[in-house]
């Protein structure tokens, strides 16, 4: 049986692709603040999930958690970083950026290297992480968050790019980037191009299968992103 590890299972994306997980016979841990969140799905899976409290900006505890983790399913095929936190924020309040920067960087980062360095060992696996298309360009409206998603978006690549001295070439990093999805992170009315959760999770599934590099998600946010690279700074400060 496949094994897998989603980190910010407890709602959203990391939910939904923890159900598509268990329905494809994998057996998943699912870590996330919300106990009885995590209780929830093991009392509907009992025998294919386990679960980890865990918060993401506590590095250490991550650390601890995805080591429990490794000793209980002794090898790891799939990890998934669905953790995340954003504000609209253009007062720049500090706690605000502080709070964006504390899980979206450095718990991230954490997640990553362990998860990178477990695959290296093992010399196989496949590393998920769920960036945005807000990692294309920056925003004065939530600067940490459009920054953070920058970063992991490189840090990614950087992964992939590391890959290369794994001699086995059975490690793979694909980056994920969604547009506006049906979450409690979309919010507001009326809002471009709202994709449904249950579409957007296949449709990450789809590309997790296919161990694809990079993923827009719904598909068509692909040419958001092409606009968006090409579009030079002065006229990015005119429209958004």
């Known amino acids: ?10 709602s959203g994306i990391g939910r939904a692709l923890t159900e598509i997980l268990i329905q494809e016979g994998y057996q998943v ?13 093991k009392d509907q899976y009992p025998n294919q999930v386990v679960i980890y409290q865990n918060d993401i900006q506590q590095t250490e505890k991550v650390a601890d958690v995805f080591g429990q983790i490794v000793k209980k399913f002794e090898k790891i095929d799939l990890v998934i970083q669905s953790s995340g936190v954003g504000y609209i924020n253009s007062k720049l309040e500090w706690e605000k950026e502080h709070e964006t920067i ?35 360009r920056g925003n004065r409206g ?8 920058a970063f992991q978006k490189a840090y990614l690549e950087s992964l992939f790019i590391k890959t290369k001295t794994i001699q086995s070439n059975q490690v793979w990093v694909t980056d994920i980037r969604p547009g506006f999805v049906d979450t409690a992170m979309a919010i507001g009315d009326g809002i471009f191009w709202l994709v449904p959760l249950e579409k957007a999770a296949q449709q990450i599934f789809s590309a997790i299968k296919r161990k694809k590099r990079v993923a827009y998600i719904s598909k068509r946010w692909s040419l958001i992103a092409f606009v968006l690279k090409i579009l030079p700074a002065w006229l990015l400060k005119k429209i958004l």
């Open 102 to 136: 504390k899980t979206n960087v450095t718990g991230v980062t954490r997640l990553y290297d362990l998860a990178y360095n477990q695959f290296r060992k093992q010399e196989y696996g496949h590393l998920v992480g769920i960036t945005s298309i807000a990692s294309i």
């Open 1 to 10: 049986m496949k094994t897998a590890i989603v980190f910010g299972a407890t």
């Open 142 to 149: 939530a600067p940490a968050y459009f920054a953070s998603k």
């Open 29 to 41: 841990a699912i870590t996330g603040r919300r106990l009885e969140k995590l209780e929830e799905i």
